[in-house]
């Protein structure tokens, strides 16, 4: 699944010479090998998509398919390490958190690089993995929790969004180095967002907070992940 299958003498079925352009395409992941290893580049893009399907036109990311490709990469034995690119405005938020758990339950060496933008739900993604970077032009919109549609109005509805909110707040705080008080600190600014409360961070302000671990580009990201394999 993750390489080109070499001709050999055995008989063995070969894959399709353009399997892995149709793994780009289908998933919008690749898979390099070099001298140093075997890479997985995984990119989470656009909306993250739950249970309801995202309106025609909008780009995404559908945890159906990220699941079992982790699941994969982490049981591979052709893979050595896996690098994840994100350029996200976030979405659905129990798919974003099943996605980030998945990354950071991996034993395989793992990489993240926010490019653009890490926003919402795209924060636990861009923390999940064991060296995080981030461009020093990408930003993160951190923000509380939101909703779309039919809302009951009663305190039950108001303690749900409230345990939500802790669990992606707990999580930030345990796969980076920011406090679960910093963090709630600045989702509930009010002197950053014109027309709403939050807060907007980029490159070097995300790795100053501690939310991530350093300013870098895809060599620095290539580099980190290199190192972790070789260990």
Known sequence: MYEETKPTNTGAEEQPANAPKQLLVDMGS????????TIHCLTIIGQIEGHGQAPSGTKT????HVLPLLASIEE????????????????????????????AGMTKPTVTLVLGGGHSIGIPLA????????????????HPIRM???????PQTYHYF?????????????????????FRQLMLSS????????????????????????????????????RQMEQ
Request: aromatic residues 4%.
């Open 30 to 37: 690749t898979v390099v090998r070099n001298s140093r290893g």
């Open 191 to 226: 002197g950053d967002m014109a027309n709403d409360v939050g807060s907007i961070v980029y490159g070097e302000e995300a790795v100053a907070e501690g939310l991530m671990d350093r300013v870098g580009t895809l060599s620095d990201a290539l580099n980190a992940l290199y």
């Open 61 to 64: 990311t559908k945890y159906e």
């Open 127 to 142: 923390v999940a993995g064991k060296v995080t970077l981030m461009a020093p032009s990408a930003s993160m919109t951190i």
């Open 162 to 182: 409230e345990r939500l909110q802790d669990r992606i707040t707990r999580f930030v705080a345990a796969h980076s180095h920011i406090t679960e008080e910093r």
């Open 76 to 103: 591979s034995q052709e893979v050595d390490g896996l690098l994840v690119l994100l350029h996200t405005m976030g979405g659905d938020v129990e798919a974003g958190l099943a996605i980030a758990e998945m990354i």
């Open 148 to 154: 779309s549609g039919l809302m009951i109005a009663a």
